[in-house]
């Protein structure tokens, strides 16, 4: 699973419960406030819903849809879309042989919702049911249908490794390839479309090694079983990572809306996380206790566990202390950095399950604990047996013709079209047509700006929608010149004209905001950052969830509100690209860098005032970022690794914008049983340059 998403505020938030806010308990009801006056598809919904008055149960489960929904698909989702989904699950729960055997729970959490994680929603049950009912009718037992489940989407896509943000149902078929999420999210909705019920599992982050893995986990007669999408399988319970099992730190299942299972420890607005550490390995319960001045119990704190994993010490999980100051959590075997916010730094303290059937933490927050110059987390050994899934010489043969299918129609572009074009799968046709357009204003640039789009734009963008953007862009250009501000070509490429903002899903977000915002075009920079603020500041922040991507700038400005401050980054980010301004989003500081005419400067969704310091990272030349060494920053009660930095590399190692700030340097040394991470703190000031020699012995 590629981690460079989790890795995102998504991966954490599903882990932690959100970092940057807390997570209500399982105790604690939680629901989208949104107004009907301040939804623009408040009308969709209300259709959705009256449809099935005459019928109880769909009645009952277009309310379970409605009452969970995530923010991105109650502003989007029309209620055709609803309605298909609904229909499709309930045809499945009486065609197929085992749809009514379900329990109504079961059925509710894992068959009915339309949508594994946060990829964007396009209509798919339908189509599915269409592909696999005839396939799944014969099946002898639903171990069986999701054999075949599996095989059919073994032969549409495979797993390869792609960048961080999840790709649609139909997305991954167009691709014909998925990182191991992708492949989940295509198994799933195949499993679901034929009233097979299945939900995501995964281990937040590896100790042993950098990232992490997510899988699917499929409810039978005899329990939960678990799968490796993208593969041909013959059993259940078989899997190459069954190996690393006694290396998992944490196991953490997905549910839409909040099931009857006494296993769940964490809710939210439409999600419950499932603790199923104990199906895989041997869990330890750990009993928590923070203390502040005078032996007084610590309430509501968040404690941290983390390993070292991609450059950081990232937390696996938290658990937040009750009025007593205490909380309890299950961890697999492992060594843990267990720490909560303390006064100016953090108290932590190192944890050591691998040995232990229960334990105890006991953290004092009165004083902060110096970091040591360095730590040892040691891991488990590897089981002794693993499994190897074969993939069969037709399988091979079948993803090597979909792999080169369209070369020969991409090898009379020049480079880098090809090797870029090949990865739009099935689009490819519309991206030949967009090149092949008789010349016009946009000519000069649209080749730089295809090659320069990353393989889920490639899937997920409108062709056609480009040659309008680039003369938007261009037009902005020249009005923000008119106003004082003026950058080069390669400036205006990356930073204005690209339509890649963060991980949000794509839109024609340019179009979309210039009615908006073109009143704004000649004034200064200064003036532009206030009139944009003025929107930004209005926008509520809604309670986190897990589920549904991040919205899109439209969708901000429209529905009134946001899901995060990265919906403000990127909607500021947006705004200011629409107006010619060269900007990028600061995820680490949840801010927009934007380029005045001479230097980058930070715009902070907070009030802040403006300003930077360089980071250069000296060191050997084959050192990468987020492997061989990481940047992080006490944040919230524990070390933040800064996942989004905008590294160049230089002659002389890697050099990047920062905010300024007290700083650590993490940098790993593995062996075999485990890793010594070694902790560098240093000070960034405003408009100086700090370097940093990465090899250099403390």
């Known amino acids: 699973m590629n981690t460079a998403r989790l890795l995102t505020l998504l991966v954490l938030l599903a882990i932690l419960g959100g970092c940057a806010a807390r997570q209500p308990g399982p105790d604690i009801a939680a629901t989208f406030s949104i107004p009907d006056s301040g939804n623009p598809n408040a009308q969709e919904l209300r259709a959705f819903e009256e449809a099935y008055r005459g019928d109880e149960e769909k009645s009952l489960a277009a309310r379970f849809l409605l009452d969970n929904l995530p923010a991105a698909d109650r502003l989007s989702m029309s209620a055709q879309d609803l309605a298909e989904n609904l229909d499709y699950a309930f045809l499945a729960r009486e065609a197929m042989p085992w749809g009514k055997t379900l329990p109504w729970d079961i059925f509710l959490h894992y068959v009915l919702p339309h949508r594994t994680s946060q990829e964007p929603f396009k209509p798919h049950r339908a189509m599915l049911f269409g592909e696999l009912a005839p396939l799944c009718a014969t099946a002898g037992s639903m171990e069986e249908a999701l054999m075949r489940v599996g095989k059919w989407c073994a032969e549409q896509a495979e797993y390869r490794p792609t960048s961080r943000r999840d790709l649609s149902v139909i997305s991954v078929l167009e691709a014909g390839y998925g990182r191991c999420e992708e492949t989940n999210i295509l198994f799933m909705a195949a499993a679901r479309a034929v009233g097979l019920p299945v939900r995501q599992a995964m281990v937040p982050w590896w100790q042993h090694t950098d990232g992490n893995h997510a899988w699917v986990e499929a409810w039978t007669e005899d329990g939960w079983r678990f799968l490796e999408s993208g593969t041909e399988f013959s059993a259940l319970n078989q899997t190459w990572f069954a190996a690393e099992a006694p290396r998992m730190t944490k196991v953490v299942a997905h549910a839409f809306g909040r099931p009857q299972d006494p296993a769940v420890y964490r809710m939210g607005t439409g999600f419950a996380l499932v603790d199923n550490t104990d199906a895989y390995t041997r869990g330890t319960p750990v009993q928590v206790s923070v203390r502040s001045a005078e032996d007084q119990p610590g309430p509501g704190r968040d404690v941290f566990f983390s390993v070292y994993s991609m450059g950081g010490l990232r937390p696996v999980t938290k658990a937040v202390t009750n009025d007593n100051g205490q909380a309890r959590v299950i961890l697999g075997p492992g060594t843990f950095f267990v720490s909560a916010a303390a006064e100016d730094g953090l108290a932590w303290t190192l944890l050591d399950t691998r040995d232990m059937d229960e334990t105890r933490v006991r953290l004092h927050t009165d004083a902060a604990r110096s970091l040591p110059a360095s730590i040892r987390l040691s891991h488990p050994e590897q089981a002794e047996s693993s499994f190897n899934a074969a993939v069969s010489t037709r399988l091979k043969r079948l993803r090597a013709e979909r792999l080169k299918r369209w070369e020969p129609l991409l090898r009379t572009l020049q480079n880098p079209l090809p090797e870029r074009l090949a990865l739009a799968g099935e689009r490819a046709p519309q991206w030949l047509r967009l090149l092949n357009l008789p010349p016009g204003p946009a000519s000069p640039w649209l080749p730089a700006l ?68 073109q009143k704004h075009a000649n004034e200064s920079v200064p003036d532009k950052i206030r009139s944009i603020g003025q929107v930004i500041d209005s926008l509520p922040i809604l309670p986190p969830a897990f589920f549904g991507p991040p919205l899109t700038p439209l969708q901000a400005l429209e529905g009134g509100f946001c899901t995060s401050d990265m919906d403000k980054v990127v909607l500021a980010t947006a705004a200011l690209r629409t107006l010619g301004v060269p900007a990028r989003s600061a995820a680490d500081f949840n801010a927009v860098e934007y380029f005045d005419g001479t230097d980058w400067q930070f715009w902070e969704m907070r009030p802040a005032l403006p300003s930077s310091g360089i980071l250069s990272i000296m060191g050997k030349k084959d050192r990468v970022p987020l492997k061989d060494f990481g940047v992080t920053r006490i944040f919230d009660g524990h070390l933040r690794t800064l996942d989004d930095l905008p590294w160049e590399q230089t002659g002389r190692g890697w050099t990047c914008a920062i905010q300024p700030g007290e700083y650590l340097l993490l940098t790993p040394a593995r062996d075999a049983s485990g890793v010594t991470v070694r902790l560098r703190p240093f000070t960034v000031s405003d408009s100086q340059v700090t370097i940093i020699d990465a090899d250099a012995k403390q």
């Open 450 to 517: 295809v090659a320069n789009l990353d393989d889920k734009d490639l899937l997920q963008a409108d062709p056609d929608s480009l040659p309008r953007d680039i003369a938007l862009a261009l037009q902005a250009r020249q009005d923000a010149e008119k106003a004082g501000l003026s950058y080069d070509d390669a400036m205006f490429e990356r930073f204005v004209l690209s339509p890649r903002l963060y991980l949000e899903p794509w839109s024609p977000w340019r179009s979309e905001l210039h009615p908006h915002f």
